[in-house]
């Protein structure tokens, strides 16, 4: 079964520092990928990186980049030079199944607050 | 690009009445679209899978004559509250899946349901 667990219900971050949100996953299968999403108190999803599982290099996507690690089955999110506008809840994903059954599973979040 | 509308956003009714929630993909062709439920300060869990043109498959524990999705087009799905009840509020979201060469699904901004 796959299982996406992130232990930060919430964290702070003081501005312009960088943060770091943990994501861990379990999953059999040798291919997969790996999302965050933000999701501001207006609930709207934000995708914001996706990683593959073959992937060599870490993604990076502006502030945003994710710290794949594959043997420690993690994939955490790096928010660096954080903004007010980060405050949001951040939830990391895993694809599961295949072909046109593939499915995203949520973690249970983190919410960010950035204080100013 | 890869915005996904939902309509309404917010909608109160009464107990015993059905409720139709519209997502759209508004500048992509969505092959598969999904539902999700999300309650206050808790991740989304998926109710069911849409594919154009087919038969939705739902989760575990979701009850297809109460929950009935169509996918009608290769950019609108719905998802029908039959007989509401309060038990039934909550955030609704869709999202969308550009093709099967990605797992990356976009969202729309969800739909809060109140059954009074």
């Known amino acids: 079964a796959q299982k996406i667990t992130q232990t930060q219900p919430g964290m702070f971050v003081q501005e312009k520092e960088a943060v770091t949100l943990d994501c861990t996953y379990d999953?059999?299968?040798?291919?997969?990928?790996l999302f965050w999403y933000k999701q501001p108190s207006s609930g709207e999803m934000i995708f914001l990186i996706y990683q593959g599982s073959y992937d060599q290099q870490n993604a990076t996507e502006g502030r945003y980049s994710l710290n794949f690690q594959k043997a420690r089955k993690s994939a955490n999110l790096v928010i660096s030079a954080s903004q007010l506008g980060d405050s949001a809840m951040y939830f990391c994903?895993?694809?599961?199944?295949?072909?046109?059954?593939?499915?995203?599973?949520f973690g249970s979040g983190t919410q960010l607050t950035v204080l100013p | 690009g890869a915005v996904v509308s939902q309509h309404p956003s917010r909608v109160i009714c009464k107990s015993g009445t059905s409720v139709k929630i519209e997502c759209r993909s508004l500048d992509f062709q969505a092959t598969t679209m999904f539902w999700y439920r999300q309650f206050p300060k808790k991740s989304l869990m998926l109710m069911a899978t849409?594919?154009?043109?087919?038969?939705?498959?739902?989760e575990q524990g979701v009850e297809k004559d109460k929950f009935l999705i169509n996918h009608a087009s290769l950019t609108l799905s719905t998802l029908t509250v039959t007989s509401a009840h309060p038990e039934d509020s909550s955030f609704y979201i869709c999202s969308a899946r550009p093709g099967l060469a990605t797992d990356t699904q976009y969202f729309g901004p969800g739909t809060r349901l109140t059954v009074l």
């Open positions: 994903a895993m694809r599961r199944g295949s072909g046109s059954a593939r499915q995203l599973t």
């Open positions: 999953t059999s299968d040798p291919s997969y990928g």
């Open positions: 849409s594919n154009e043109g087919s038969k939705a498959t739902y």
